[in-house]
């Protein structure tokens, strides 16, 4: 099997460097081997998209990046610090959207943004207060919104406030799983607008996992292909389709992946970004 194409063309520092990853889980069968000697790296900048079969460990992944969970062997770091090692003010340094929000019920939609603030108990409340209005309409949520329960928005709506609360402590390094899961077509189209005015305008590096390839092709700036436990192939959506394995031929090349491909191909090629070399750690 070949492996992954060209140079990167970047010299953005590095925001996420994983290096020989290992992840095993043990259960009823025995071991399972979910990363193996896994490699990655994401500049600053980048909207680099995790895609795989099920199973394969793209939420594992995320939440090693995170910090929620440490990985069996190996280094994950965020800006040259581990992510469970982090100090408080370090913590700011990544934002999680989760699949579905992830809100707290009996908190408004206010009491949701500033909760992480808060939590630091660094802040006095009125300040807390001001930061998370900003943030309520950063996402394009009008401040009549700040009062309500969760229970009382639309799907659109608590995908919005999820990542006012995410973008809270103003990280450099926002995650995304599924960012759009879940959204009609209408309501995705707008998501993945208000998400690529805030990469540009806010400088943020992103990491998605994501199984909508409209969303995908819509946002990465490059596709990382998660199969045989590791890191297959990165690069732009027309390197990563070109390059030989059955996961990425059945993936892209179905009838869904075509669908998404004709949007593709209505977009300049200047749009698209550099393939990266994922074998070897640097
Ligand atoms: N804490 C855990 N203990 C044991 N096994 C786990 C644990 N977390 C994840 N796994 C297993 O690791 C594998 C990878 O899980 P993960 O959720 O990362 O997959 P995924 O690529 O995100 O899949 P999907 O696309 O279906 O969401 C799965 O087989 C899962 O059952």
């Known amino acids: 099997m070949n492996t992954a194409v060209t140079n990167n063309s970047s010299n953005a520092p590095t925001v996420v460097d994983i290096r020989k990853l290992w992840t095993v889980f043990k259960n009823a069968d025995g071991e399972q ?11 600053r900048g980048e909207v680099l998209s995790l895609v795989g079969g099920s199973g394969t460990g793209k939420t594992v992944l995320l939440r090693q990046i995170l910090g929620l969970e440490k990985p069996t062997q190996g280094v994950v770091e965020v800006l040259g610090q581990q992510p469970g090692e982090l100090s408080a003010s370090g913590a700011a340094n990544v934002g999680m959207l989760f699949q579905h929000g992830a809100l707290f019920s009996a908190f408004s939609v206010l009491e949701n943004i500033a909760f992480p603030l808060r939590e630091l108990k660094l802040l006095p ?3 807390i207060r001001h930061a998370a209005l900003v943030k309520l309409q950063m996402v394009g949520l009008e401040p009549q919104h700040a009062n309500k329960s969760p229970s009382d928005l639309s799907g659109g709506m608590i995908k919005r406030v999820a990542l006012a609360r995410a973008l809270i402590m103003d990280p450099p390094l926002l995650l995304l799983d599924e960012p759009t899961a879940g959204l009609d077509p209408e309501a995705s189209d707008s998501f993945c607008n208000l998400l690529r005015g805030l990469h540009r305008e806010l400088g943020l590096t992103v990491v998605m996992v994501t199984h909508d390839l409209d969303t995908l092709f819509d946002l990465s700036t490059r596709i990382a292909v998660l199969a045989d436990q590791k890191v ?7 390197e990563v389709i070109a390059y030989p394995h ?37």
């Open 232 to 238: 297959i192939v990165s690069g732009t959506a027309r």
């Open 125 to 127: 409340d009125e300040l």
């Open 33 to 43: 081997v979910v990363h193996r000697d896994l490699n990655m790296h994401i500049d």
């Open 246 to 282: 059955p996961f990425i031929h059945e993936y892209f090349l179905g009838g869904r992946g075509q669908r998404a491909l004709e949007a593709l191909h209505d977009k300049p090629a200047t749009e698209q970004h550099a393939p990266r070399p994922e074998a070897a750690p640097r």
